[in-house]
Structure formats: structure tokens, C-alpha cells
């Protein structure tokens, strides 16, 4: 009989052995879920620094479409006004100096809805809107506490295009003193655009490229995960 019991109670250790966890095991599901949290942690970053660059493409897309109806319309003028809607602080305006100097009478312009980039005029307001123009060799710019949009006319006499130096976002960018020719396109980051006329792009879209009368480039900063991003150019 004690022989019937004592291999009875090893069975039953032996089944409660079997159901049990060893350390090993435990250690790998942990570092299996430390894995999965890490990978997490690296991805959430990087998905949301490739929304923000998706959103900053969208918008730039948008001026330079702005950009160049408003050239189709004009025979081939570019605009050098910018100017908000007082309502609407997602709203671009683009037109010329003739509006700046006479802001009740609009006349020709057009529209770029923005996204990421907001406008928050704060000047005197004529209209319903604000303008700023930039007269050849003269800058205008928009700013706001978290965007700076910026637009400046090169000189006739120019004789070398502007490309803008990147700076961290926290570092407030610069309006673009190339507009003489001097080759200086003020300083740019992830929250701000420059738009230079009277030049283009350069075959990567990376900088400028050669001097063009009836041309915009439009600069801009993607994030890239390290360091203040990488400088994108669009005509």
C-alpha cells in the first residue's frame, strides 16, 4: 500500500513539473517582449517624423501650384506678395506688389490651402487680408510662432543664385540676402519655407540651380532623424 502511494505522489510531482515554467523559459518571453517594446519605441518616431514630412510636401506642392497658375494667368510674371487669410490661418495668399501697395483691391492672386505650415499674421490688416511684398532685390516674409514663410525677387543684375543654410528648429531662420546676386539665401529649418524667384532648382532638387527670370524655387526641410534634415528644392 505505501509502495502504491509513494509512486502515485511521484506522478503527480512529475504533472505538476510538466505544467510549470523553467527560468530559461520565462527569461526568453521577456526578452522576447523586450524586443517588441523596443522595436515599438524605435518605430513611433520615425512614423511620426514621416507624417510631418508627407504633410510638409503636400504643402509645398500646394504653393508651387499656386506659384504657377498664378504665372499661367500673368503672362508669365512671377508673384512677389504674400499675404493671408484673416479667417482661415491655413491659408496662402500669392500675388504681387500692386496689392501690397493697394490692399482693397485684391485683383489677381491665388490660393495655396496649407496643412503643416500655419499662418498667424499679426500687422495691420487691409481688407480682410495682409499683404508683404518683395520688390526685386527686397524680401517679405510671414511669420508666426511656429511657421516662417518667406519670399524675396532676385536682382536683374544678379549674378549667382541663393541657396539657404539649414539651421535646428529652434533656431529662428533668416530671410535670404542673396537677392543681389551675392549668393546667400538666409538660413532655412524644418518649420519654415523660402521661396526665391528668378531661379531654379538644382538637378537633385537639393539647391539652387541657375538664375531664370520667370522662375520660383521653393526650399524647404525634410527631418531626417539626425541633425536639422535634409534641404529639398521644388520648382
Do not use: H
Not at 500675388?95 to 493697394?102: C, R, S
Not at 495682409?130 to 532676385?154: C, E, H, K, P, R
Not at 532655412?188 to 532648382?201: A, K, L, P, R, Y
Request: aromatic content about 6%.
Amino acid at each position: 500500500m505505501q509502495k502504491g502511494t509513494c509512486i502515485m505522489r511521484q506522478k503527480l510531482n512529475e504533472g505538476n513539473k510538466e505544467k510549470g515554467f523553467t527560468i530559461i523559459e520565462v527569461m526568453i518571453v521577456l526578452a522576447i517582449a523586450g524586443l517588441i517594446l523596443l522595436i515599438i519605441f524605435l518605430a513611433v518616431p520615425a512614423l511620426q517624423r514621416n507624417v510631418r514630412n508627407t504633410q510638409r510636401k503636400t504643402d509645398v506642392t500646394a504653393i508651387a501650384a499656386a506659384v504657377s497658375t498664378y504665372m499661367n494667368d500673368n503672362d508669365e510674371q512671377v508673384p512677389t506678395g504674400l499675404a493671408s487669410d484673416s479667417i482661415n490661418a491655413n491659408v496662402l495668399l500669392l500675388g504681387t506688389l500692386n496689392q501690397f501697395f493697394n490692399n482693397s483691391t485684391l485683383g489677381n492672386y491665388e490660393q495655396a490651402d496649407l496643412d503643416y505650415y500655419i499662418i498667424d499674421l499679426q500687422d495691420e490688416i487691409y481688407g480682410g487680408e495682409t499683404w508683404y511684398a518683395a520688390g526685386f532685390g527686397q524680401q517679405a516674409n510671414i511669420l508666426s510662432d511656429t511657421s516662417n514663410i518667406f519670399i524675396v525677387a532676385m536682382l536683374p543684375t544678379a549674378t549667382s543664385v541663393s541657396t539657404p543654410t539649414i539651421v535646428s528648429a529652434s533656431t529662428a531662420p533668416s530671410l535670404p540676402t542673396g537677392a543681389g546676386g551675392d549668393g546667400t539665401g538666409g538660413t532655412i529649418n524644418t518649420e519654415s519655407v523660402s521661396i526665391i524667384t528668378g531661379e531654379t532648382c538644382n538637378l537633385d532638387n537639393t539647391a539652387a540651380g541657375t538664375l531664370s527670370a520667370n522662375t520660383a524655387a521653393i526650399f524647404y526641410v525634410l527631418e531626417d532623424g539626425s541633425g536639422n534634415g535634409n534641404l529639398e528644392c521644388l520648382e
